[in-house]
């Protein structure tokens, strides 16, 4: 059970997170989700006909050489991550990281032929615009840290918070005793520094991808090049990412561990009532 839970936590916020190419960070490209993202940040431009029909050409060239995968096609991982070595952990990021390598590229791509069908005064206009999106990402990360702060000391006792117990989101539907909210806020608190260091690492990762993309030094060598560059460090935060949600994992008792797996699958179940 905490094979999938740690796993698909993992997964979801380095192995595969740390190679996202688009605003959506996760899952990779699956469902085309980045694709929508694309075509929702080229609304405004005053495209023309001829560039409508050239990006419409380019994506469908993508979607046909990336299919759709099936609902379910993607297998739960092999690796037991509650009781995984450093080693293990490192080896199957890096597996994951190779997997998709030649995706993103892909995607990659479509992103470098769809800027440059752009006309000078519509790739500036994009740019404003992603000085400005970073500029509403670094205004809601900093609120963010600030009320995480404040949920740290109120549940390491340093201030007095309200009677009802906040929910620890990685837990959700699962009753906390006391003790063990302090323990996850403690432990929150020891990650914190790692944890923003690799964040930073993550969004220098995705503008160094970004800026590539739109030069006209993009290509696969030099797309090569750049995950070269940042692998290792990636590969260490997805390390570090494990390690920490293992320790908190190990602060439920074996009987929330079997309640949360209960509620996920039940989860899982209804996803696939919607099933395509």
Request: net charge neutral; proline share 4%; no cysteine.
């Amino acid at each position: 059970m905490k094979k999938l839970l740690i796993a698909s936590a993992t997964v979801a916020a380095i192995g595969i997170g740390g190679f996202a190419l688009a605003q959506p960070p996760e899952p990779g490209i699956r469902h085309h989700e980045p694709v929508k993202e694309i075509v929702k940040h080229l609304r405004g431009l005053s495209l023309s006909d001829a560039q409508r029909e050239e990006i419409k050409t380019l994506v469908s060239a993508f979607k046909d050489a990336n299919p759709r995968p099936k609902f379910g096609d993607n297998e739960k991982p092999n690796l037991d991550f509650a009781t995984a070595t450093e080693a293990q952990i490192n080896a199957f990021i890096q597996t994951q990281i190779k997997e998709r390598e030649a995706k993103h590229f892909a995607f990659a791509q479509l992103r470098h032929d769809i800027y440059n069908v752009l006309n000078e005064e519509q790739q500036a206009t994009l740019l404003a615009r992603d000085a400005k999106r970073e500029l509403d990402r670094q205004k809601h990360h900093d609120a963010f840290e600030a009320q995480e702060a404040r949920f740290a000391k109120r549940m390491i006792g340093e201030v007095k918070g309200p009677n009802r117990k906040p929910r620890e989101f990685l837990f959700e539907g699962v009753e906390l005793t006391d003790e063990q909210i302090a323990s996850l806020a403690e432990l929150r608190e020891t990650f914190k520094d790692t944890s923003k260091t690799n964040g930073e690492l993550l969004r220098n990762f995705k503008d160094a991808q970004r800026d590539l993309v739109r030069s006209q030094s993009f290509s696969q060598d030099a797309w090569d090049a750049l995950i070269a560059q940042y692998k290792g460090d990636l590969v260490s935060a997805g390390v570090e990412k494990a390690k920490q949600r293992q320790a908190m994992f190990q602060v439920l008792s074996s009987e929330q561990q079997a309640k949360l797996e209960a509620l996920r699958e039940e989860e899982h179940k209804l996803d696939e009532l919607f099933k395509p």
